[in-house]
């Protein structure tokens, strides 16, 4: 089965945290941590940073690594990298997603996150 190596970013804002909606593809409706794949040469956190300025218009400092989450979709494996981000310029604009929300810790459920995160979201949970 291929892999898919993708990083992804839990910006948090004080007690909140952002989470989006993904607009397209197989996922659609799917709430994630905002990213995507690694390409060649990148290393992880340069990936993010590019990543959340191409899809949210901005600019991102990479904190702390919260896991690397692996998980077996039915028709590929995910190697997914986390990290916690701050924003250092700029507001989230959805350039791709069809929503977004800053959650809480207790609202992290509120929303339903795609398989491979919930993984993520029960690490944050038990870091806060
Ligand atoms: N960014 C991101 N992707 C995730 C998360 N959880 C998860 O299963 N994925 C999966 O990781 C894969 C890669 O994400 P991506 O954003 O590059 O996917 P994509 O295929 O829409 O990107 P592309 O259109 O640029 O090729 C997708 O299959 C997506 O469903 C998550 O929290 N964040």
Redesign the pocket.
């Given at each position: 089965m291929k892999t898919?190596e993708?990083?992804?970013g839990v910006i948090r804002d004080g007690e909140k945290f952002f989470a989006t909606q993904?607009g397209?593809?197989?996922?659609k409706d799917?709430w994630?941590?905002?990213?995507?794949?690694l390409e060649p040469g990148e290393t992880p956190e340069e990936a993010l940073v590019r990543?959340l300025k191409e899809e949210l218009a901005i600019d991102i400092l990479v904190k702390d690594f919260i896991c690397t989450v692996e998980?077996d979709?039915p028709k590929?494996h995910?190697t997914?990298h986390?990290f916690y981000c701050e924003i250092q310029r700029g507001t989230p604009q959805l350039l791709e997603h069809e929503n977004a929300k800053w959650l809480s810790l207790a609202e992290l459920n509120s929303v339903n996150?795609?398989?491979?995160?919930v993984e993520?979201v029960k690490k944050i949970k038990r870091e806060f």
């Open positions: 898919i993708v990083v992804a993904r397209y593809g197989e996922f799917g994630e941590f905002p990213g995507g794949k990543e998980y979709y590929f995910l997914m986390c996150f795609l398989p491979a995160d993520v």
